[in-house]
């Protein structure tokens, strides 16, 4: 954090409302921490994720209640802030549809009352990205979460994973795994690799920026960053995040070529040619092929077994069980799924869990979302290609790795990196992340008077004046 601090950019104290947030829902619940720490909340079966129904419906009292410090803490932030978060709420349709609709589907919910806290949180995510969004320079807000979210997440996983058994686990089958700083391999991965996005748009700024003081130790610490991402990475061994971290970054450093940089319309021919090499990969290679060489066999490690389980358990297609609510209905015993897939709370791709709690309507929005995202993400490459770059690329990546794990799910990095990225893209686009700072006051000038006539009376002398 010091060697990445940029000297004549200051960023606000609320900046650290979100990084406290990413804190937390990058790794574990407080409540586990302090269990950890102090031996205050839950069991050990808790901070594995292991919980019971009830436990899923009540919660912990001690994380609630830190998420609405948060929250109200953000809201009082953004109040202050008022103008600016207006004016991009009301340039991200699609993100104010999609809540609506949300907000709406906790009434036909099995459990309302769940389903509106967990609405409420999803409320306080975005309320931290509107923070980031609303400062002064955006951008290097940006890089400061990044910055101060990566160095504390990342170390302390390899900390967690060498020297102690917390940051260790297994998987149901019983095969070990290191889970670091969060509960499962998976997980970490997830982390890691939009952390890293991150950390690799601002080493790319960093490089870019040749006139900036102190431009070297920016490098250095930013490149330790990356490092330890990599690490991380190696030690999770989670492939479709090594997969994401690879798309995305080059989408990041491509899109800052002067040749694609400078037309937008380029953009969209990078995508395609993206999207070609994947089909074809699936055409002559075959999906088994394509899975192997991610470290994966044909049934993306038993994702399609519990795709098939699940898919006909929606109780109403057109609108889902309501929101983040179908898999309270089932707790640990879904019908047709092993003894080893028992007690899952995700079914493992980001599509079907929109469709099993918002159905089709609430995956229509997703692809709205997705699709506004996307192209705001080139339409402000006119603007600001740094925001373009970055946009595009959690954007990609919540597309693919939604494929193999719940991306759109509330409380998951991946799910607050796309509402930075759709939200950021939509405001460089209406020309709302330009500079806040106030315009310095007005300063009266005195005008000396000038007297024509010599025959016009005298006036009092004025104390000052020459």
């Known amino acids: 954090m010091y060697l990445d601090r940029e000297k004549g950019i200051r960023v606000s104290r609320a900046l650290w409302l979100p990084v406290l947030w990413l804190w937390i829902i990058g790794s574990r619940p407080l409540s586990a921490w302090m269990s950890i720490w102090f031996g205050i909340g839950p069991g050990g079966a808790m901070q594995m994720g292991q919980a019971t129904l009830d ?25 202050k802030r008022k103008p600016r978060t207006m004016a991009l709420l009301k340039a991200n349709g699609p ?60 170390s302390a996983s390899i900390l967690l994973i060498r ?6 686990g297994f998987e149901p089958g019983g095969d ?31 490089l870019r920026a040749k006139h900036q003081p102190e431009r070297t130790r920016q490098i250095v610490a930013r490149a330790a960053m990356m490092l330890l991402a990599l690490v991380v990475l190696g030690m999770a061994h989670s492939a ?34 993206l999207l070609l090499c994947g089909a074809v990969a699936m055409i002559f290679g075959g999906s088994a092929g394509v899975a192997g060489a991610l470290g994966r066999d044909a049934t993306f490690t038993g994702r399609t077994e519990i795709w ?19 898999w309270n209905s089932f707790g640990r015993d879904v019908p047709g799924l092993s003894e080893v897939q028992r007690g899952l ?31 705001k993400a080139c339409a402000s490459f006119r603007n600001s290609s740094e925001i373009g770059g970055l946009a595009l690329a959690y954007v990609a990546t919540s597309l693919i790795y939604s494929v193999t794990e719940a991306g759109f799910r509330i409380m998951t990095p991946t799910w607050f990196l796309l509402l930075l990225s759709v939200v950021s893209a939509h405001g460089a686009t209406a020309g709302l992340l330009g500079s806040a700072a106030p ?15 010599s025959e016009e009376p005298d006036l009092p002398a004025i104390p000052g004046d020459r």
């Open 95 to 154: 993100i104010l549809l999609y809540f609506s609709y949300t907000m709406l589907s906790c009434l036909w919910s099995p459990f309302p009352d769940v389903a509106l806290k967990r609405w409420i949180k999803d409320l306080g995510e975005l309320a931290m990205v509107l923070i980031i969004v609303t400062e002064a320079e955006p951008l290097a807000a940006m890089r400061r979460v990044f910055s101060r979210v990566g160095v504390i997440l990342f």
């Open 345 to 375: 709370n995700s079914a493992h791709d980001g599509y079907i869990e929109v469709y099993l709690n918002l159905g089709v309507l609430g995956v229509s929005l997703i692809v709205l979302l997705l699709g506004s995202g996307y192209r």
């Open 240 to 273: 479709t995040s090594i997969a994401c971290l690879m798309l995305g970054t080059m989408l990041i450093v491509l899109t800052q070529l002067p040749f694609i940089r400078g037309f937008p319309s380029r953009v969209h021919g990078l995508m395609c040619l």
């Open 163 to 168: 020297y102690s058994w917390w940051g260790r």
């Open 308 to 326: 098939a389980a699940v898919i006909p358990l929606c109780p109403n297609p057109l609108i889902g069980a309501g929101f983040e609510s179908f």
């Open 176 to 206: 070990p795994m290191n889970t670091g700083v969060t509960t499962n391999k998976n997980t970490l991965g997830l982390t890691i690799f939009t952390i890293a996005l991150g950390v690799v748009w601002s080493l790319l700024h960093a």
């Open 439 to 453: 315009a310095p006051p007005a300063v009266r000038v005195r005008r000396p008077r000038l007297w024509v006539d």
């Open 55 to 79: 436990a899923q419906l009540d919660g912990s009292p001690m994380d609630a209640a830190f998420f609405l410090l948060l929250l109200v803490a953000g809201i009082a932030v953004l109040f």
